[in-house]
């Protein structure tokens, strides 16, 4: 961010938690960080947290990290502190249109779809509306930044992106029961699947290779890769499988989006 500038974030949950320790991590000043959230709970040593929207001039970024159904309540309280603010959005299902209704002086607003691995600066996060170079600055840090020029593609870049963390640690999971089906300890098979999921994942994003591409190199012809990718790739069964997992998350969120409106 510019130097002086500020950052309030109303309401921080789990999400927008993880944004402020990247962010703290990376040297962001905590005095230029204001939280506020009714329940007075501290997010992290020298950030100011209130219980009430301060009476002081509005931030060059305000942060909306509050659950999406309390959009309505919450937004009268904050009309004055978003004259002029670049406000960034991270409401699930909740679309332009809507916040600009809510916040008609606000400075420019941004819908935000990050996902949890920002906390690492190797999260995802899926953006689109009103582009700035502060609000490019505060997101960088966090990961892959995705400006999307379709908003309405932004449900089904939450499904693989936000959602997938979630199916991957899935995954993760069956791989490890796999493991142990197959005759492995669970402890040692676990361990096993998470750093061959990490290493994994760490030489796909940094190859010039396809990630289908580096599985047909694993793979030697008639070998036992070959073999397990075999029931894999049959019938497209595990493309099947995704399609259905992220077409249910991303009608979800345009039901979401959908009772947002209507509110």
């Known amino acids: ?12 949950g789990n999400m927008a938690g993880a944004m402020v320790s990247r962010w703290l991590d990376t ?32 931030p060059a970024i305000l942060l ?3 659950k999406p159904h309390q959009l309505d309540a919450i937004a009268p309280n904050v009309t004055g502190a978003s004259a002029g603010a670049s406000i960034v959005s991270i ?16 400075g420019g ?12 600066g190797k999260g995802v996060v899926a953006m689109c509306g009103d582009r ?3 609000v490019d600055a505060l997101m960088a840090p966090l990961g892959l930044i995705e400006w999307v020029a379709d908003e309405s593609l932004m449900d089904a870049a939450t499904a693989l992106a936000g959602s997938g963390p979630a199916f991957l640690y899935r995954f993760i999971d069956a791989l490890a029961r796999a493991g142990t089906a197959v005759g492995l300890p669970a402890d040692q098979s676990q361990r096993l699947a998470l ?8 030489l796909a994003a940094s190859s010039s290779l396809s990630p289908a591409e580096l599985a047909d190199c694993v793979a030697s012809k008639g070998g036992s890769t070959r073999k397990g990718l075999d029931v894999l790739d049959a019938d497209d069964a595990l493309v099947r499988l995704l ?6 998350a991303k009608t979800r969120n345009a039901e979401m989006a959908a009772i947002s409106r209507a509110g």
């Open 132 to 134: 700035s170079s502060r």
């Open 1 to 12: 961010m510019p130097s002086g500038k500020t950052i309030w974030l109303i309401g921080c």
């Open 243 to 248: 399609t259905e997992t992220l077409a249910a």
């Open 64 to 66: 909306l990290g509050f």
């Open 91 to 106: 409401l699930a299902g909740t679309d332009l249109e809507t916040l600009r209704r809510r916040f008609p002086d606000a």
């Open 195 to 202: 750093a061959t999921v990490e290493g994994s994942g760490l």
């Open 109 to 120: 607003i941004v819908r935000a779809l990050p996902n949890l691995p920002v906390a690492l």
């Open 27 to 58: 040297g962001l000043d905590r005095a230029r960080i204001t939280v506020v959230r009714p329940s007075g709970t501290p997010v992290a040593e020298g950030v100011r947290v209130v219980t009430e929207v301060p009476d002081a001039p509005p």
